[in-house]
């Protein structure tokens, strides 16, 4: 099968393309034929080791990148229960660990996996899997969002972010989204009751009394977040860095902080994204899409920091 | 936002539902057979699967002399293998002053001591109501006494000891950090309490409006109290109940987590109040969906607690 290897950390010239054997298989696990991969900011940070997930994953030989997928159940395990040759599934796979999902087949324990939804796209499932699971999670697993909540969403125009934006308003909250102005309608589209446009408006001499912030933004944008929440408010951040000050300010206010919040794949929770996806209370963006020959293009556009929804490799 | 037992994150919740500890009566028993809780804890806790001992971790148990010459206080002690000079915790387990062993944190030590480069040494010390205040008090001081006196012997730093303790536990740490203060003898670098019952007056507003909380009731509270300090429950002794001191002052830095579904975290907010009007740095946090104990359930939440804590403990000892 093709695959996609990560000859060795640095640039997209070291994603290679190459001719491998299938994965095998064990008892809990199934064989997926990739129909569509979603690309994330983590699969660009590892392929730079800027993350610390590279480091472990740095003894793989190969090294595959990739956790998202949607596709088709070729083979399957015996210990296998929930799915069956010819389902349709989608999910994030072995986060944190070695996905291996740019390649034509991969392997994946069915906890990982949800059915695809009859009404998503396989293009539309694979972007729906961490990006999706990441906003979940921070806001029912690290943090705990409350319907009276008023919540600050930052870069709520982004893959986790506009995921984020309408998970918080189906739980019920007050949702304030911050993006630039160009992005304003499509966030107020999703539901986000209020916008902020962070080129214009420093958002922390504007808002006072939040109740959770999702930051995602890094540097000094995590310490300005914790001046507009309320003391004992919930701050959860996604990217690694965050500093003794930055622990000091949260504490200082009483916060529920996750300063590094790590997303995992998780059944209940993908389980969960699929219903939201099913009954159309869920619906990803796509903002461009590449084919498998075009992976260096799609780590391109996600390293602009500007992609508005999410970016989906094609088989 | 008002708190209510809705927000009981669901999979902790789950969790607790599936654990056999749920089926002991707690609230009856306190009320009317205490120790009756203790043989219902051994017996679940002998069907469950013995944990195995990490590589690298050494878990002994040492006996050591109590002020009271006729009697030993046994120590549990967790340490990874190899290291001297270790940072030493001071721990008091939870079980509402009446009931509880070191060994119930076994599933947490085994791996805290290793992930921290910490000495953990967990106090068995004597429990109500045969034994009420200050039994267990001084139990846990004479054990303070001994692990400064004699650290070089199990390989811990006398200068830099903690102390912690979970729910009675904590109470029992507050009050040792007080009663050492006083006596100057040994100095404690910071107290480390898991949502402490701090009063036994109960009559703050979370124990009003979650009286019925999970795992903790304000009846089982107002028993608990009753079996620590007895007769004196109206005038309690000295160091009995951490928030009557009558200073604050120079009491250690102090970590304090409290649980917003837990009816004695006004408690434990306002022992940290007390701390920081007398200039104590006090690093208090809330734990949002949780309840009373909720780290003794496998579930997201307690996972996503035993990273946090291993953070707390890294800047402690940064510090």
Redesign the interface.
């Known amino acids: 099968m093709k695959a996609i290897v990560l000859k060795r950390f640095g640039g997209i010239e070291n994603l290679i393309y190459k001719d491998i054997e299938k994965p095998e298989i064990n008892e809990n696990e199934v064989l997926i034929k990739v129909i569509a991969i979603s690309i994330n900011p983590v699969d660009i940070k590892v392929r730079n080791r800027t993350a610390p997930l590279a480091e472990d994953l740095a003894h793989f030989d190969p090294l595959i990148l990739g956790w998202d997928i949607s596709g088709e159940v070729v083979d399957a395990g015996n210990k296998v229960t929930r799915f069956r040759i010819g389902d349709e599934v989608f999910g994030m796979i072995n986060f944190v660990g070695h996905g291996r999902a740019y390649a034509e087949y991969v392997s994946a324990s069915e906890e990982h996996l949800a059915l695809k939804p009859k009404n998503i796209s396989h293009t539309e499932a694979a972007a729906s899997a961490m990006a999706a699971l990441t906003a979940w999670?921070a806001f029912d697993?690290?943090?705990?969002l409350?319907s009276?909540?008023k919540v600050l969403i930052h870069a709520s125009a982004g893959g986790v972010g506009h995921f984020a934006l309408q998970i918080a308003k189906h739980i019920g909250a007050y949702v304030i989204a911050s993006s630039s102005a160009s992005n304003r309608d499509f966030v107020l589209e999703l539901g986000a009751d209020q916008h902020i446009d962070y080129q214009t408006i420093r958002f922390e001499q504007t808002l006072e009394d939040i109740?959770f912030v999702l930051e995602s933004v890094g540097a000094e944008n995590f310490q300005k977040s914790v001046r507009v929440l309320k003391p004992?408010g919930?701050i959860v951040a996604l990217n690694s860095g965050y500093t003794?000050d930055d622990?000091r300010s949260a504490?200082a206010k009483?916060?529920?902080?996750?300063?590094f919040m790590s997303v995992y794949s998780?059944s209940?929770d993908i389980q969960y994204i699929a219903s939201l996806l099913g009954t159309g209370l869920l619906k990803p963006h796509i903002s461009h899409v590449f084919d498998f020959d075009e992976m260096a293009k799609a780590h391109i556009q996600i390293q602009t920091g500007r992609t508005v929804g999410k970016v989906v490799v094609k088989l | 936002m008002e708190s209510t037992i809705e927000n009981v994150d669901p999979a902790l919740w789950k969790a607790i539902a599936k654990s056999p500890y749920h089926q002991i009566d707690y609230e009856n028993l306190l009320e009317n057979s205490p120790t009756e809780i203790r043989k219902e804890e051994i017996n679940l806790s002998l069907k469950e699967e013995p944990l195995k001992i990490p590589e690298h971790l050494d878990v002994k148990d040492i006996s050591v002399q109590s002020a009271d010459k006729s009697r030993k206080i046994r120590l549990r002690i967790y340490r990874s293998k190899g290291k001297q000079d270790l940072p030493m915790l001071l721990y008091f387990h939870g079980g509402a002053f009446i009931y509880g062993t070191p060994e119930q944190y076994d599933f947490i030590f085994y791996r805290l001591a290793l992930d921290i480069d910490l000495m953990i040494i967990s106090v068995d010390y004597r429990l109500a109501p045969e034994h009420p205040f200050p039994a267990g008090m001084e139990d846990g001081y004479d054990a303070l006494l001994w692990i400064s006196k004699y650290a070089d012997q199990i390989g811990g730093d006398k200068d830099n000891i903690l102390i912690g303790g979970s729910s009675a536990g904590a109470t029992i740490a507050a009050s040792i950090t007080q009663l050492a203060r006083d006596r100057k003898e040994v100095e404690i670098r910071h107290q480390y309490l898991l949502y402490p019952p701090m009063s036994q007056l109960l009559q703050t507003s979370s124990m009003i409006k979650l009286a019925n909380a999970p795992m903790q009731t304000k009846r089982a509270a107002e028993w608990m109290w009753k079996h620590y300090l007895q007769h004196k429950i109206t005038q309690p002794p000295k160091y009995a109940v951490p928030l009557l001191a009558e200073s604050f002052e120079n009491l250690p830095d102090a970590t304090i987590i409290v649980c917003e579904l837990d009816p004695l975290k006004d408690e434990g907010k306002m022992y940290a109040q007390e701390l920081q009007k007398a200039n104590i740095p006090v690093h208090l946090a809330e734990i949002k969906g949780a309840v009373h104990a909720f780290d003794f359930f496998s579930c997201p939440l307690s996972h996503n607690f035993y990273a946090q804590q291993i953070q707390i403990f890294k800047q402690i000892l940064n510090q």
Not at chain 1, 141 to 144: F, L, S, V
């Open positions: 999670q697993r690290y943090g705990k409350r009276a909540d109740d004992f919930t003794i622990e504490q009483h916060l529920h902080a996750c300063y998780n209940s």
